[in-house]
């Protein structure tokens, strides 16, 4: 089992920034990369930004160009640093564990695995 716990919300002004932290316990032996993913009521999960083992990152369209996602491996703990924040950005975010799969051109994948922190409240306020 891998547990996850985010932490590093919060209500923050249109065009603040905020960074959220995610620090991995347990077996995490198996993974080999780990992603943001947050949610707004009714809506679908939506993967936001994931970072390999090795540090190479992918960033989707929902925030592409507005936030970084770093990883301290020593820590055991990924973060999430998300710029010129919006109202539209406010969610839930959580921390997901998965697998990277590279291809032969070395562009890789994220596959989530089914561990999950409880995510962390982040509110945007114009």
């Known amino acids: 089992q891998v547990q996850l716990v985010e932490s590093g919300g919060g209500l923050v002004q249109a065009g603040g920034s905020l960074r959220l932290s995610c620090a991995a316990s347990?077996?995490?032996?198996?993974?080999?990369?780990m992603a943001w993913y947050r949610q707004v009521p009714g809506k679908e999960r939506d993967l936001v930004a994931a970072?390999?083992?090795?540090?190479?990152?992918n960033y989707y369209d929902s925030v592409k160009g507005r936030c970084t996602i770093s990883r301290d491996n020593a820590k055991n703990t990924v973060y999430l640093q998300v710029d010129s924040l919006k109202p539209e950005d406010t969610a839930i975010y959580f921390c997901?564990?998965?697998?990277?799969?590279?291809?032969?051109?070395?562009?890789?994948?994220?596959?989530?695995?089914?561990?999950w922190g409880k995510g962390t409240q982040v509110t945007v306020s114009s």
């Open positions: 997901n564990a998965g697998v990277a799969y590279y291809n032969a051109t070395l562009a890789w994948d994220y596959y989530a695995m089914d561990y």
């Open positions: 970072i390999s083992i090795r540090g190479d990152t």
């Open positions: 347990g077996s995490i032996s198996s993974v080999t990369a």
